[in-house]
Nanobody
Framework: QVQLVESGGGLVQPGGSLRLSCAAS????????MGWYRQAPGKQRELVAA???????NYADSVKGRFTISRDNAKNTVYLQMNSLKPEDTAVYYC????????????WGQGTQVTVSS
């Protein structure tokens, strides 16, 4: 069974940091690239970052230099470290699995809310 389970969302002040985690079933993690998407109210879902099995990276321009995606293959877990958060980063963040770091997602997690507000 395909499972992607996110955690780590919450409320943070502008300029603060959060780390999201996504635990994936072993079958997914060993085959696919992993990613994070987000959807803000009234907007379409958009790519935040993706990482291949070999560690190749793809970031949205809006988060470059602030967010870092990484994966722990021993724990079947992918992380998104978010620093210097801005109010416009407020969204539901989804963990995804896809063929490559440039592909559309094949699988989605349930999402975790990130709110950046003072």
């Amino acid at each position: 069974q395909v499972q992607l389970v996110e955690s780590g969302g919450g409320l943070v002040q502008p300029g603060g940091s959060l780390r999201l985690s996504c635990a994936a079933s072993g079958t997914i993690f060993n085959i696919y690239a992993m990613g994070w998407y987000r959807q803000a109210p009234g907007k379409q879902r958009e790519l935040v970052a993706a990482i291949s099995r070999g560690g190749s990276l793809n970031y949205a321009d809006s988060v470059k230099g602030r967010f870092t995606i990484s994966r722990d293959n021993a724990k079947n877990t992918v992380y998104l470290q978010m620093n210097s958060l801005k109010p416009e980063d407020t969204a539901v963040y989804y963990c995804t699995a896809q063929q490559t770091i440039f592909s559309r997602p094949l699988y989605w997690g349930q999402g975790t809310q990130v709110t950046v507000s003072s």
